[in-house]
């Protein structure tokens, strides 16, 4: 039987070992803390998707006419 040695007198290697072994995997989870976006401040990236999504449907909208517009050949 070891003799037990209290923690804070444990050499480095020795309290390393303990801690590596006490340690675990997060298996696949990310432990990054996250936090939500707050719905009031104004988000750069939301505004810009949305004047991205008006042009393409103006550009389609003026493509359907021309090509409507165009005499057959």
């Known amino acids: 039987m070891e003799k037990f040695v209290p923690y804070e007198k444990l050499s480095k290697k020795a309290k390393r070992r303990m801690d590596l072994a006490k340690r675990g995997t ?3 989870i990310n432990p990054v803390t996250r936090k939500s976006e707050n ?3 104004y988000n750069r990236r939301k505004a810009r998707q949305l ?3 008006q042009c393409r449907v103006f550009c389609f909208a003026v493509q359907k ?9």
């Open 39 to 41: 719905p009031k401040a």
């Open 51 to 53: 004047d991205m999504e």
């Open 65 to 73: 006419q021309t090509v409507a517009k165009m005499p057959q050949t």
């Open 26 to 28: 997060w298996q696949g």
